[in-house]
């Protein structure tokens, strides 16, 4: 790893979900020198590669960029918590290893709003070429590609319990999320293979690192696009204190994701001319909607407490962790296998709506967030969440310092649309957990607590109780309107020689985990920046 040169042809910045899948991709061709530039390090802690390492690794400034947003009014005037991979393999080395693609109607409305060439029909093609299915090929499912997708390696009595409350209530059974429909209950897959955690540094990166014509460059933060004539030629890039400047002749492809992306194309001079005004950033660009259009996941998670015996009981004491820790050296399965959920559910908050608008996340586990130890007690987890929210927030830069975090302001629950789900939500969540054969084994909410049950203690308990489910999106969105900034093929409006790949060109948040789509989105982007130089074998 290191540089060979100081010219290449494409300069992918991020080596995240999105940018080590254009690393790979590109590299293909023998006759295109590849530079990925990557902010952390390797990803050679042992952690980064166990399913549940998540617990070790977020909130970790090794692997971590440990975002923190801004006070927001939306829930209290709290302060989360955004962890952001700083490593190889990006979130997708740190994420809950969930592989959820969306609704097909998600990439219609894409298409719809003027985006053309992102229908479903249109980006099926680049999920199956991605996917290692371990279920095998179908319509919907590819096996030959890279990243590994399998079915989970743990199972909980309670999480049976909760599918067959949920399938009592009316909600189907639905054993692929990712197929012909995504409504319905079921187990989750994941982005892991015989146990360990199936990052895209693995499943696009190592096979491709040895290529003579690809050069990986770890611990260099990127501090700014380069610019002649408002077309991009490279980059500047930070190590210890000291700049360096590396030149693309073709293109640089921003992949630093949702956060970063925007960031640094503020610091560029692409942006609100208001915002790079006051910080005293020369233009080369008024763009409005960079930073604009910011959309999570917010999740209210409700714990219960049971009678069946849960995860907690397997590791709430020293003896029993070592058996946990036994299990997985020797057969690589028990709780160290755990995704972030098991079960998901994909249903309606209202009777009248035709397709799902909430998604649940199930864990036979209970605890205060991740990362801290589970409740001394029997107990699961059901995090429900809004899919398609309303509320839009932002990320701007607030100093010309590149490695200050920008200000994050995600305008939780500020449209009352999202406040109606919310309280809906909690709403399904609570029937699920008193319907046979679930509310057998529960004895009693935990989180929020019975105690908040009119429609405004309900919203209340959201506001208070609400936690990011880590889904930022769309601060560079494609489209075709005012607040674009790229356009369907990712281009940034303006100027030339520049794109963005990574989940910030979502125009809206897909419905469910972010991962895949965020995958599928390099693989396209790959065709498009091959076909758009000619360079397609």
């Not at 829930?75 to 592989?99: H, T």
């Not at 408002?230 to 492809?253: D, F, H, N, P």
């Not at 709403?427 to 908040?452: D, M, N, Q």
């Not at 075709?480 to 790949?501: C, F, I, S, T, W």
Request: aromatic content about 8%; hydrophobic content about 35%; overall charge neutral.
């Amino acid at each position: 790893m290191g540089l060979s040169s100081n010219h290449y042809d494409f300069i992918v910045v991020g080596a995240g979900s999105a940018g080590c899948v254009l690393a790979n991709r590109l590299s293909k061709n023998p006759s295109i020198r590849v530079l990925l530039i990557e902010a952390g390090g390797k990803d050679n802690n042992p952690w980064l590669h166990i399913p549940v390492g998540y617990f070790k690794t977020m909130h970790n400034p090794k692997t971590d960029w440990c975002y923190l947003t801004e006070p927001d009014p939306g829930i209290n005037s709290r302060q989360l918590q955004w962890p952001r991979g700083k490593v190889l393999g990006g979130s997708s080395a740190l994420n809950g290893l969930l592989y959820v693609r969306g609704q097909a109607e998600d990439y219609d409305h894409w298409a719809a709003l003027g985006n053309q060439g992102w229908s479903y029909q249109e980006v099926l093609p680049y999920f199956k070429k991605s996917e290692d299915q371990e279920r095998g090929s179908n319509d919907y499912h590819g096996v030959n590609g890279p990243q590994k997708v399998s079915d989970l390696r743990l199972r909980r009595p309670i999480a049976d319990h909760f599918i067959n409350a949920a399938t009592a209530l009316g909600i189907p059974y639905n054993p692929d999320c990712n197929g012909e429909v995504q409504e319905g209950v079921g187990y989750f897959q994941q982005t892991a293979y015989k146990g360990f955690r199936w990052s895209t540094a693995k499943s696009f990166l190592r096979p491709a690192k040895h290529r003579e014509n690809l050069d990986i460059l770890t611990n260099h933060h990127v501090s700014k696009v380069l610019f002649e004539n408002k077309a991009a030629t490279g980059v500047e890039v930070l190590k210890e204190g000291a700049k360096k400047q590396i030149m693309a002749s073709r293109e640089v492809i921003l992949s630093a994701g949702a956060i970063g992306s925007p960031q640094l194309l503020q610091l560029s001079g692409i942006g609100p001319a208001s915002l790079l005004n006051t910080l005293g950033i020369a233009i080369v660009h008024d763009l409005p909607g960079v930073g604009e259009n910011l959309q999570d996941h917010l999740q209210v998670r409700l714990v219960f407490k049971t009678s069946e015996r849960t995860l907690n009981d397997e590791l709430n004491s020293l003896t029993k962790r070592v058996m946990v820790a036994l299990q997985y050296l020797f057969n690589r399965t028990g709780p160290l296998t755990l995704a972030a959920s098991q079960v998901t559910i994909f249903t309606q908050s209202d009777t009248s709506l035709t397709r799902p608008d909430i998604q649940f996340h199930m864990q036979p586990l209970s605890a205060d967030k991740p990362g801290d130890g589970v409740h001394p007690f029997s107990a699961f987890t059901a995090s429900v969440c809004q899919l398609r929210p309303y509320s839009r927030g932002s990320v701007k830069i607030t100093s010309t310092d590149p490695l200050k975090h920008p200000a994050i302001q995600p305008c939780y629950l500020s449209d009352e649309r999202d406040q109606t789900v919310i309280i809906n939500a909690i709403k399904v969540a609570r029937k699920i957990a008193s319907t046979p054969p679930l509310s057998e084994h529960v004895l009693s909410e935990y989180v929020p607590g019975e105690k908040f049950q009119t429609d405004e203690e309900l919203l209340a308990a959201a506001r208070e109780f609400s936690q990011t489910i880590y889904h930022p999106t769309s601060t560079c969105k494609m489209g075709v309107d005012e607040m674009a900034v790229v356009n369907p093929r990712l281009q940034v409006y303006g100027v030339k020689n520049l794109r963005v790949v990574d989940a910030s060109i979502m125009p809206e948040i897909a419905s469910g985990n972010t991962n895949a789509p965020t995958i599928m989105i390099a693989e396209k982007a790959s065709d498009m920046v091959l076909e758009d130089h000619g360079l397609a074998q």
